[in-house]
């Protein structure tokens, strides 16, 4: 059938089995929002209040899903706005299509009217873009934009399409939905290097990151873990992939990982590293960094072997396939010396969380557990960026994978709200957003979306009339110079705030109050806000201080 | 540190270029040299790219250029087994008193003379860079007016071939 550019465009988003997109319309897109409104029976389009919550949303609908998010902005500064949702996608290698309006053809690089040059703009924090020149070519440029996104380590993919190229007419085949393209199989001899070390070694630690959700391996990561007797510790980007109280399972390592993880890392004499990257927030010091083990490295992504840290075996491959034919090649061990240290390093741990959280303030360790008892195994959780992602992190008993939703490469305040769109649009299940009053300040404006699509987000607020994490570092590292990190001069009031955008408010002031409260909130059927204040001076601990290594981990307030 | 030449087929897309110069800049992977040309296949281009690194740089440039959509071959032209060249122009004084010393130097580069003006000369050279880098060394006290330079092109002895899918 013949149809126009902007038809195309929708009719092959529906063929790849799109069911909703987020966006915001413009105009260079008119026509194809005028093709999804001809269409709206078959996709489903959000719309929301900026084109960075699109852009955060369709990402956070990918974490949820694990299928490929999908956002539309016109150009120009809508073009612009999707910058940082591309960007925070890219570092956290989430399936993303983005696609973008453009001048026509004949008006590119006269410095039209809400022109820019989006393809050069996204070059370094896109797998790859497309500038559509031709109508022929537009319908198999999205389907290889999706091949892209989704294949190998995924990743978010930019489709920019000239105005004239929406309107122009050309004949449109569906196709099937595409495939991924099969990463390669890790090489025999390196799984048999790799078996050989593991059998050598004594303390054996499995380290894995993200790369164990997209790749979906965890119960092959488990039954490694089992079969060698050996502990799990993970990167923030990794959790959620094994249940919070897996009797091996340390939790988050690094900056302001577990003690336990962090520690059972550092003695160690071999790291099994799945699907991480070694960031500098996991690592610290990489002089320093796992100093007495060797390191075995299993990664999707070739260019991650010895990009940070030199490991002493890489093998790159599907992350899957490697660790079930590993599982195979390796003996059944038992390590009960180095299992028992590793008992005692988390009783050292529980200990000094019991200093840290034996209080009764309304600390962000009682507030989450308590929004914790009103979840399901299922509820996606949310965060933004700074310390109550950290406490979130810490604290959070995950149960069910991918229920974890976080940016963590980019540290992209103002992700939460859009994401818990994306996640509640991908689920349909009440989604839990974790925020700060700064990272909700950024793109609070998404309140309008969340109650014009009646989405079941329960948004908890962490109010601490300061940027916790800043202060954090400028107390520890600034001598308390708060600059610039003190938000008391504002005068929001988030219970006005809820009634402005339609939606119902609760505040928790002390924790007398939070049970009681939490029952009330989470007994509404739509979206809810609930505003905890919580002090200005609770801390994220434990903090390996930037660049810094074990020995200097900080595990109490020296003034506290 | 080591210098090296990498080679690499692209596809002849729109931005190419600049895809494979951003991934230096981005990473901070300096470039000594970098050309682009056709090649035997009209939809693809070469670019030779000439750097200084250790060997982890060099993987870690080679890996990273392998995920770039485009690219579809990415080869180190090993020294022993390549035949490296570079093309100078170099316009030097003429003088009296010049003159003759540039051209003995010219004659011994093998080079030649590709200007003449009452004020200036041109000379081509074409060689490895050891051997520019010689050339220019020596004509320098002369007064170097203008230089500019190709930047290594390289390719490889026999029968390797940069496209794998390229057989006799």
């Known amino acids: ?560 | 540190m080591e210098r090296y030449v990498i080679a690499i087929l692209v596809e002849d897309q729109p931005g190419i270029l600049t895809r494979v110069s951003s991934m230096f800049n981005r990473r901070g992977f300096n470039i000594d040299s970098l050309t682009v040309s056709a090649t035997e296949d009209k939809g693809f281009s070469r670019i030779t790219i000439s750097l200084t690194g250790d060997e982890s740089v060099r993987t870690q440039i080679v890996r990273q250029l392998r995920k770039l959509y485009n690219v579809k071959e990415v080869k180190v032209m090993e020294r022993e087994k390549s035949v490296y060249r570079e093309l100078a122009l170099i316009k030097l004084r003429n003088s009296p008193s010049t003159r003759q010393e540039i051209l003995s130097a010219v004659d011994i580069f093998r080079s030649k003379i590709v200007d003449f003006s009452p004020n200036t000369l041109c000379v081509e050279i074409t060689g490895e860079t050891s051997k520019i880098e010689a050339f220019i060394a020596l004509v320098e006290p002369l007064g170097i007016l203008e230089m500019c330079r190709t930047g290594i092109v390289g390719i490889e002895r026999g029968c390797s071939f940069l496209n794998s899918e390229t057989s006799l």
């Open chain 1, 1 to 560: 059938m013949i149809l126009s550019g902007a038809d195309i465009v929708v009719e092959t988003l529906i063929e790849q089995g799109v069911k909703t997109v987020f966006g915001y319309p413009g105009g260079q897109v008119i026509n194809l929002y005028d093709s999804i409104y001809t269409r709206r029976d078959r996709i489903e389009h959000v719309l929301t209040a900026h084109e960075q919550g699109a852009s955060h949303a369709a990402d956070g609908y990918a974490r949820a899903s694990g299928e490929v998010g999908v956002v539309i902005a016109t150009s120009g500064p809508g073009a612009t706005n999707l910058v940082t949702g591309i960007a925070t996608a890219h570092l956290d290698s989430i399936p993303l299509v983005a696609i973008t309006g453009n001048v026509p053809n004949s008006l590119i690089g006269k410095d039209s009217f809400q022109e820019v040059d989006i393809t050069g703009i996204t070059l370094p924090i896109t797998k790859h873009n497309f500038l559509v020149k031709n109508v022929e070519k537009l319908a198999d440029t999205i389907r290889e934009a999706f091949v892209i996104a989704k294949s190998g380590r995924p990743g978010p993919v930019l489709v920019d399409i000239p105005k004239d190229v929406q309107v122009a007419k050309c004949p449109y085949q569906p196709c099937p939905v595409v495939e991924k393209k099969p990463l390669k199989s890790a090489k025999e001899n390196q799984l048999a290097l790799a078996a050989k070390m593991i059998t050598e070694s004594e303390k054996p630690y499995i380290y894995y990151g993200g790369g164990v959700i997209s790749a979906d391996a965890s119960t092959e990561m488990i039954a490694l873990a089992d079969k060698i007797d050996a502990p799990i510790g993970c990167t923030m980007m990794g959790l959620s992939a094994i249940p919070t109280n897996h009797p091996r399972f340390l939790g988050m390592e690094g900056m302001h990982g577990h003690y336990a993880s962090s520690v059972g890392q550092d003695e160690a004499d071999l790291i099994i590293t799945i699907g991480a990257r070694f960031s500098d927030r996991a690592t610290g010091n990489v002089a320093k960094y796992a100093r007495r083990a060797k390191i075995i490295h299993i990664d999707g992504d070739r260019a991650e072997l010895c990009k940070n840290i030199n490991a002493d075996l890489g093998i790159s491959g599907d992350i899957k396939d490697a660790l079930t034919r590993l599982i195979d090649l390796v003996m059944e061990t038992k390590h009960d010396a180095w299992m028992s240290r590793i008992e005692e390093l988390k009783l050292t741990e529980a200990a000094q969380f019991r200093k840290v959280t034996a209080t009764d303030r309304l600390t962000p360790y009682a507030l989450i557990t308590e929004t914790a008892k009103h979840t399901a195994a299922d509820t996606p959780v949310v965060t933004d960026v700074g310390q109550h992602q950290m406490w979130v992190a810490q604290f959070y008993p995950f149960r069910k994978n991918r229920t974890f939703i976080s940016s963590g490469g980019l540290g992209t305040m103002g992700f939460g709200l859009g994401a818990a769109i994306g996640a509640a649009k991908a689920t349909g299940k009440r989604t839990v957003l974790f925020t700060g009053d700064g990272s909700f300040g950024m793109n609070l404006n998404e309140l309008a979306t969340v109650t014009a699509e009646n989405l079941p987000v329960t948004i908890v607020i962490m109010n601490n009339h300061v940027l916790g994490m800043v202060r954090q570092w400028q107390t520890l590292f600034f001598q308390q110079h708060y600059s610039n990190t003190d938000l008391h001069c504002r005068k929001t009031d988030f219970m006005k705030l809820a009634d402005a955008f339609g939606l119902p408010g609760y505040r928790i002031s002390d924790l007398s109050e939070l049970s009681s409260v939490m029952d009330k909130a989470f007994a509404e059927d739509g979206p809810v806000l609930v505003e905890c204040l919580i002090d200005q001076d609770e801390f994220v601990l434990p903090m390996l201080p930037p660049g810094g290594c074990i020995e200097d981990i900080i595990t109490e307030r020296g003034d506290a």
